[in-house]
Every structure is written in C-alpha cells, then in structure tokens.
C-alpha cells in the first residue's frame, strides 16, 4: 500500500497491528534520531557544503571589477546582474554539494530503521504472528514501511525543520520524499534466507535477522536513485545559470 497523507499512516498502523499485533510507536525514540539530525545540522556543516561556494562565489564577483574591462554604465550592469547570477550559481552548487552530503547521512538514518526493524521482528516471536517462507517478503516489507512512515519521517522531518532556520523546511520535505520513496520500492520478497528449515521454529527468527541486511544493499541503490532525481533539477538550474553568467560575462568584458 501506498502512503499519501495522515489517514494513510493511521490505517498503516492499524493494519500492522491487526495482522502482526505490534505496536510500531513504542519504536520511537526522538533522541536517537535527533542525534543523527544534530550530527548533519551541526553550523561547520551549513557553511562548509552552502556558504563556503556562495562566498567564492561572491569572491568572484567582486574580483570581476578590477578583472574586467568595465566602462561607465556597464559598472552599473555588471553590479546588479552579475551580483544576482554569482550569488544562484554559488547557492545552487552549494545545495548540489549539501544534497551529496545528506545522501550520506538519508543512508545511515534507513539502516538505523533497519536496526529497528530487527528488533520488531524479534518481537514476532513473542507473539500470535509466524514469520513463514511464504510470508516473510510481506511481513518484512510492512514493517520496514510502518517504521519509516511511524517512527523515522514524523521524527527526522519535524526536527530537520525546526532546527535548520529559513530553508529547514525545505530540506525537511526533501527528506520526507526520499524516504516515501524508499518505502514504496524497497521489496523483501527476494530476501535470501539461508540454512533455515520450517522445522526450526521460532528459532529462525535469529536467521532472519541475520539475512535482514539484504535490505542495507537495495536501500543504497534507492537512495542513492532518489538522489539523483532530486538534484536533476537543481543541477540543470545551475547549469543554465553558469552559462548565462559565462554568456554576461563575455559580452560585458
């Protein structure tokens, strides 16, 4: 099932409850993942990935009026067109960068809902539900998304925006969509479960954990996928505001 608002979420819970009898939230734990959001928010990193290009950026700028070849009115120009395309091109590689480092970080916060998912797996064993060769891939699958959905998106978004002033929220909504996005492709149904028999029992739980880190690989693919679409744009934005700004500067000098 796919996940498009909050109703969504609830009726995700209430199923993860009904067919598995696990309660998804008592998995939360805000300081877990508010340490990793410190670990990615901390200033060094803002200016390091952002502010740093958009003061070279600025560098340059200011370094074209003694470089270039500018006379009466084209001071003007350059001070007010070239300001507006130095300072997009310096922010928008310095998002490109941001977004190259956060994919870094997206990936450890899907392996620490991984984690998770292995400690509610290993509370199956406590309960009504059996984990089969026929329905592992299911029961895998919803757990990893009610985790992302209940546990790790609420958390991880809420203190993105409220810890990152101005464009937290964007970020915040960036990490939202990647995260969906893994939820709705990520597929247990191909984990590979070996030297287990249905005789085992309960004891396969411990096989099942083991194997469970099939998941860090197709987590990479797809975070590593969705990243790619969300710098795409910003990319080609930043693209065509280099040229523009390499097409301004040939014609004013």
């Given at each position: 099932?796919?996940i498009?608002n909050k109703?969504?979420v609830?009726?995700?819970?209430?199923?993860i409850?009904?067919e598995?009898?696990?309660d998804?939230?008592?998995?939360?734990?805000?300081?877990?993942?508010?340490?990793?959001?410190e670990?990615?928010l901390?200033p060094q990193y803002i200016v390091s990935?952002?502010?740093r290009?958009?003061l070279?950026s600025l560098?340059?700028?200011?370094?074209?009026?003694y470089?270039?070849?500018l006379v009466h009115?084209?001071?003007?120009?350059?001070?007010?067109?070239?300001?507006?395309?130095?300072?997009?091109?310096?922010?928008?590689?310095?998002?490109?960068l941001l977004?190259?480092k956060?994919k870094?970080?997206?990936?450890?916060?899907?392996?620490?809902s991984?984690?998770?998912?292995?400690?509610?797996?290993?509370?199956l064993?406590n309960?009504k539900?059996q984990?089969?060769?026929?329905?592992?891939?299911y029961?895998f699958s919803?757990?990893?998304k009610?985790i992302l959905?209940?546990?790790?998106i609420p958390?991880l978004t809420?203190?993105v925006t409220?810890k990152?002033?101005?464009?937290g929220g964007?970020f915040?909504?960036i990490i939202?969509?990647?995260l969906?996005f893994?939820?709705?492709k990520?597929?247990?149904?191909?984990?590979e479960?070996s030297?287990?028999s249905?005789e085992?029992?309960?004891?396969t739980i411990?096989?099942?954990i083991?194997?469970?880190?099939f998941?860090?690989?197709?987590?990479?693919?797809?975070?590593?996928f969705s990243?790619k679409?969300?710098?795409?744009?910003?990319?080609?934005l930043?693209?065509?505001?280099?040229l523009?700004l390499?097409?301004?500067?040939?014609?004013?000098?």
């Amino acid at each position: 099932m796919k996940i498009k608002n909050k109703e969504d979420v609830k009726d995700l819970d209430r199923k993860i409850k009904d067919e598995l009898g696990i309660d998804i939230s008592k998995y939360k734990n805000e300081k877990v993942i508010s340490n990793f959001v410190e670990l990615f928010l901390l200033p060094q990193y803002i200016v390091s990935w952002v502010i740093r290009p958009v003061l070279f950026s600025l560098f340059l700028y200011f370094f074209g009026f003694y470089s270039l070849k500018l006379v009466h009115i084209e001071y003007i120009i350059y001070a007010v067109v070239g300001l507006v395309l130095f300072f997009l091109t310096g922010i928008l590689s310095g998002i490109i960068l941001l977004l190259f480092k956060m994919k870094m970080d997206i990936l450890k916060i899907s392996n620490y809902s991984l984690e998770i998912m292995k400690l509610a797996i290993k509370d199956l064993s406590n309960t009504k539900s059996q984990i089969t060769s026929e329905n592992r891939g299911y029961v895998f699958s919803l757990l990893f998304k009610g985790i992302l959905h209940i546990v790790t998106i609420p958390i991880l978004t809420h203190a993105v925006t409220d810890k990152i002033p101005l464009i937290g929220g964007f970020f915040g909504k960036i990490i939202r969509k990647v995260l969906i996005f893994i939820s709705d492709k990520i597929d247990f149904k191909e984990v590979e479960v070996s030297h287990i028999s249905e005789e085992e029992g309960t004891d396969t739980i411990d096989s099942y954990i083991e194997n469970i880190n099939f998941g860090s690989e197709s987590l990479e693919k797809l975070v590593s996928f969705s990243f790619k679409v969300v710098k795409l744009p910003v990319f080609l934005l930043f693209t065509a505001c280099l040229l523009i700004l390499i097409f301004f500067i040939y014609i004013i000098n």
